[in-house]
């Protein structure tokens, strides 16, 4: 559900044609003017105090739909007013429109008093527009409220005080924080190669790959034998399209080039994960499986249907490392589509190891959704807002549940086993009311825990122990990986004008060359022509600049 950065970037052109004449003044910390006349400091802080005073027990909210349809003055929203003691004007805008509709707000000065603040394609929350408003002292620096001598809300609050410095350092705009993570999410979540196992158990394939190297090779002979066994084409590898950096495929490059999209070199020097060297590594990995028939030979016309793994068309498919949870009995929770048999089994190999790496990918960001506060707010209503916005279970008995499933007798029915019944009759009107769709996206929630969600669900839902066994154990790995390495997307919040500007040019012919050399249209020395080209261009060269000198901005 990310919102692209093209599409970001593309807003952001059109809403900064009209950024000038509202962020001409600046806001200090304490709310003082640093440019402009002190007349027009005065009209703003009147405009400023006429708000508070009309609507100090008001807080006005924009928040994005994702499709659940949320509406107003619904019985959710009634729920955590009474519950919260606060009066909510919120409005809940489709994921389609919003970026238009608060870009042209921020540019407009017409902020509310609370924004959800989107993510950029690579995965920073920092866009052009946001950090223009921002410049402009048009949001709130959250830092002195959050981290106050061990008295802030990061410090004291019993969900974010878990939270290590790395993932506030992902919150950070220069020395400022102006974001406010709603939760944390599970770490390397695209690292999790998911199989067949009942293809695995039926053709004698239990033995599990290792290496990158060991992995291409059980999974062009899984396929044959699948193939041949079952009557029917079954590749290797779900894939189709021809994005390159997708995580359905980037945890394989990862394990050749040793970094996700931008790393730093020794020599200080940004470098973007395509134009290494050693890229062609798993371009060469992919073509094994191309030349093999284990892949779509049409994948480039994005033929989702053709290799689909839940429908059984595929050995594998790379994805989250938590989203195979199927109940023990494979039907209470299918993971294949219905039309499938029911003894198709789900499992997930380890992560196998490259040149480089293991196939752990990093997240773009921890930081699973977030929001950000208008500095027009006064200091008593920056402190309402976080007192409201930042509940805990330790605040509010049964919190967890709401922000899980909703208020009981309206959106879930406890049965008699003490389990809850959201079926698709019962939850009918808590979709509209967007319980989870949208309210955990702008409330604080507790972090993450796909194992226990997902895989230890109480009654029929639950998975066997065997898969519950290996989930741990992938995730442990991850997270010790991620740890030991300290890999990270480096260009994380930096900020590169002539990116913005000129990235989607830049790069605009990478995949359709990836795909070529993949189908044999080019070779080698095609490939490293090109891409020399692109690295030693100007604009590459300046991006790498810009990148390092934001970086040291914000040390």
Wanted: charged fraction near 30%; charge should be negative; aromatic fraction near 12%.
């Amino acid at each position: 559900m990310e919102v692209s950065m093209k599409k970001h970037v593309v807003m952001g052109m059109i809403a900064l044609m009209a950024v000038g004449s509202v962020m001409g003044c600046g806001k200090n910390n304490d709310g003082s003017s640093t440019a402009g006349s002190s007349a027009e400091t005065t009209k703003a802080e009147s405009k400023s105090s006429e708000k508070e005073e009309s609507d100090s027990s008001t807080i006005s909210v924009m928040a994005i739909d994702w499709g659940y349809g949320p509406i107003q003055n619904s019985e959710m929203e009634k729920y955590w007013e009474d519950l919260l003691g606060v009066n909510l004007d919120i409005e809940f805008i489709n994921y389609e429109d919003y970026d238009q509709k608060v870009n042209t707000l921020i540019s407009s000065g017409s902020i509310p008093d609370v924004i959800q603040v989107s993510k950029m394609g690579n995965g920073s929350y920092y866009y052009p527009v946001f950090t223009q408003a921002i410049e402009a002292g048009d949001f709130v620096d959250l830092t002195p409220y959050l981290f106050d001598n061990g008295k802030g809300i990061a410090e004291t609050n019993s969900v974010m005080k878990n939270w290590e410095d790395t993932m506030w350092d992902q919150t950070k705009y220069k020395d400022g924080i102006y974001i406010l993570p709603r939760s944390k999410a599970e770490s390397g979540q695209n690292s999790g190669i998911e199989v067949r196992k009942d293809l695995i158990e039926k053709y004698g394939f239990e033995k599990e790959p290792a290496t990158m190297d060991e992995l291409k090779d059980w999974l062009i002979q899984l396929s044959k034998a699948a193939s041949d066994g079952e009557g029917k084409k079954i590749y290797a590898l779900e894939f189709f399209g021809d994005k390159f950096m997708d995580d359905r495929v980037k945890a394989f490059a990862t394990a050749f080039t040793g970094q996700s999209d931008w790393a730093v070199d020794e020599n200080g020097e940004f470098q973007y994960m395509q134009f290494k060297d050693e890229y062609i590594d798993f371009l060469d990995w992919m073509k094994a499986l191309y030349d093999a028939d284990a892949i779509d030979p049409e994948f480039a016309l994005n033929n989702s249907d053709t290799s689909k793994w839940k429908a059984g068309n595929s050995v594998a498919l790379l994805s989250t490392w938590y989203n195979w949870n199927q109940s023990s009995d494979l039907t209470s929770s299918k993971i294949f589509d219905d039309s499938t048999p029911d003894d198709y089994k789900a499992w997930c190999l380890m992560p196998v190891k490259g040149s480089k790496a293991y196939t752990v990918s990093p997240n773009y960001t921890d930081v699973d959704s977030c929001i950000a506060i208008s500095a027009d707010c006064s200091k008593e209503k920056i402190e309402k807002i976080l007192a409201a916005f930042d509940g805990t279970e330790e605040q509010y008995t049964g919190y967890d549940k709401v922000m899980a499933f909703g208020v009981e007798g309206i959106h879930y029915v406890l049965k008699e086993d003490g389990t809850i019944d959201n079926s698709e009759e019962v939850a009918k009107e808590s979709g509209q009311n967007g319980y989870v769709g949208a309210w955990n996206q702008i409330f604080l929630k507790k972090d993450a825990d796909m194992i226990t969600d997902k895989f230890m669900r109480e009654g029929a839902k639950r998975a066997s122990d065997e898969n519950i066994t290996r989930v741990k154990e992938i995730k442990d790995f991850v997270y010790t990986n991620l740890k030991e390495t300290g890999m990270k997307n480096e260009t994380q919040n930096l900020q590169s004008d002539t990116y913005n500007k000129q990235w989607s040019v830049l790069t605009d012919d990478v995949n359709t060359m990836c795909t070529q050399y993949i189908m044999g249209q080019i070779d080698e020395k095609d490939w490293k022509s090109f891409i020399k080209e692109i690295v030693d261009s100007a604009d590459y060269k300046a991006i790498q600049n810009e990148f390092k000198e934001s970086a040291k901005e914000a040390e």
